[in-house]
């Protein structure tokens, strides 16, 4: 069971990108609640935002409140983060996470992907 992550790339301030978090060939990802959560250098891994598997409900970090927008397509089998107003301190690796809760808490996720980089800057 893996996770992959895409959609990354360099963008300038006030932009915005999707990233998208796919199980390629398992159909599995809709048992469970997806998460993305994000590492800077130097910096704890944090919470962004989940989604659960079953009746859509989302969570959102403060930071991701209002200019980050979590969906997930049950045919495609995918979870896409959209990014908006995009500034330099969401310059970081975001990786999602396949759990049992809702929580952005990283040590209650169980499967993860390697990462996508998304780097805000003029």
């Known amino acids: 069971e893996q996770l992959v992550e895409s959609g990354g790339g360099l963008v300038q301030p006030g932009g915005s990108l999707t990233l998208v978090c796919a199980a390629p060939?398992?159909?599995?990802?809709?048992?469970?609640?997806i998460a993305w959560f994000r590492q800077a250098p130097g910096k704890e891994r944090e919470g962004v935002s989940c989604i659960s598997s079953t009746d859509g409900d989302t969570v959102y970090s403060a930071f991701a409140q209002g200019r980050f927008t979590i969906s997930r397509d049950k045919v495609k089998n995918t979870v896409t983060l959209q990014l908006k107003s995009l500034k330099p301190e969401d310059t970081a690796t975001y990786y999602c996470?396949?759990?049992?809760?809702?929580?952005?808490?990283?040590?209650?996720?169980?499967?993860w992907g390697q990462g996508t980089q998304v780097t805000v800057s003029s």
């Open positions: 996470a396949g759990g049992r809760v809702l929580r952005l808490l990283p040590e209650e996720y169980d499967v």
């Open positions: 060939g398992f159909t599995w990802l809709d048992h469970y609640s």
